[in-house]
């Protein structure tokens, strides 16, 4: 299979593309604009193998795209190019909605250009993979049961808008022209090559350098946590088997409040590497929390784990140590980056 792939220089696409190296024979187009987020070496040895190719294109470009399309000719599109994090939706919209709306409508049209060249059989195989977030499902108080594929929508910050708006335009896609889409919505991710602006990597970096824990109002909002390189492997099942027309809700059924995760990775790091001054703990602060922060999200993936035969392999124990692992043997990676692009300040304060 040939899979054209945006956004695969960031943190769940450069999953992707490293577990179809390692673990199949498809090709892979990686089309990305290599935006703040995006770093080349979490590809790691892809160019190695023969079987993957960079085009650095913005996804909002469709003369680009439409180049692209026809010179790979792919089998397949995964479309996992975004802005995702809610903090930065709040301090700025604007670039979320052009990117994760306006994108993923350009996508669609380069994809629907080039499907309906195909001759019938290769129409009938091709897939378009958009892969999606749980929070456009809006938020789940203490009891609720969680989110399933057929959750009503409601996207509560500017980020989960443009992320249902995509989701949205898709499945507009699939019934208005025929073109053979499908969705997935997962949970949080985390793990390995992961942006230090997002919780886990900017708590494991912080609580190392004996920095102070920022922890949002009183961290008992609940994140249902995946470990990105089982979501990776659960990607490539999808497209493989996904069906046109179908919605996959991936998870891991690995719930824990904020506070809980904050804590653990103290835990961890107080063991792999003990702070002379004392347990971790000492440095959580309670802050002011996120405007519109939604209480809870948590998913049920019983039907994605019946129609992939997937499911997860690491519980959250598990990945929080491998993950906590890889960034104590990373260090150059996320000094770098805190050097030049992200200083660890605090987003999403401007609303």
């Known amino acids: 299979m040939r899979i054209l792939l945006t956004g695969g220089c960031g943190f769940i696409g450069s999953a992707v ?18 935006t703040y987020a995006a770093s080349a070496e979490t590809i790691e040895n892809a160019a190695s193998t023969g079987r ?23 089998d397949a599109v995964m479309h996992l190019a975004a802005e995702s994090h809610v903090d930065r ?11 994760n709306v306006v994108g993923t409508y350009s996508l669609l ?29 809006g938020a789940l108080e203490a009891n609720d049961p969680p989110f399933t594929e057929t959750t009503p929508y409601d996207p ?18 699939y019934h208005t022209y025929g073109l053979p889409t499908f969705v997935s919505n997962t949970t949080n991710n ?19 350098e004996g ?9 008992d909002n609940v994140r249902d946590w995946l470990f ?10 999808a497209v493989e088997k996904g069906k046109p027309g179908e919605t996959y809700a991936i998870g891991a059924r690995q719930p824990r409040t904020n506070l809980d995760v904050v804590t653990t990775i103290c835990s961890v790091l107080d063991e792999l590497v003990p702070d002379a001054q004392g347990p971790r703990e000492r440095l959580i602060r309670y802050v002011s929390d996120r405007p519109g922060h939604d209480f809870r999200y948590e998913i049920d993936p019983s039907n994605a784990e019946r129609a992939l035969g997937w499911k997860a392999k690491h519980d959250f124990e598990t990945g929080i140590r491998l993950t906590i692992e890889w960034y104590l043997n990373n260090k150059t990676w996320w000094e770098g980056i805190r050097a030049r692009r992200y200083t660890g300040n605090r987003l999403g304060t401007s609303a």
């Open 17 to 34: 593309i490293r577990h179809i190296m390692r673990a199949t024979q498809h090709s892979v187009l990686n089309v990305d604009c290599m």
């Open 52 to 74: 993957y190719e960079f085009a650095q294109v913005n996804i909002t470009d469709t003369a680009a795209l439409n180049t692209l399309f026809e010179k790979f000719r792919p």
């Open 89 to 99: 939706s709040i301090d700025g919209p604007g670039v979320f909605i052009q990117t």
């Open 109 to 137: 049209e380069a994809a629907r250009k080039y499907w309906s060249s195909l001759d019938k059989q290769d129409r009938e195989t091709f897939r378009f993979h958009h892969i999606s977030t749980d929070e456009v499902f």
């Open 156 to 173: 509560r910050s500017p980020y989960s808008a443009s992320k249902a708006s995509s989701d949205h335009l898709v499945r507009a896609w």
């Open 190 to 208: 985390y793990g390995i090559w992961h942006f230090p602006e997002k919780l886990i990597p900017l708590i494991t970096i912080n609580a190392f």
């Open 211 to 219: 920095k102070e824990l920022p922890v949002y109002g009183k961290g």
């Open 228 to 237: 990105v390189e089982d979501h990776a492997e659960a990607l490539v099942k």
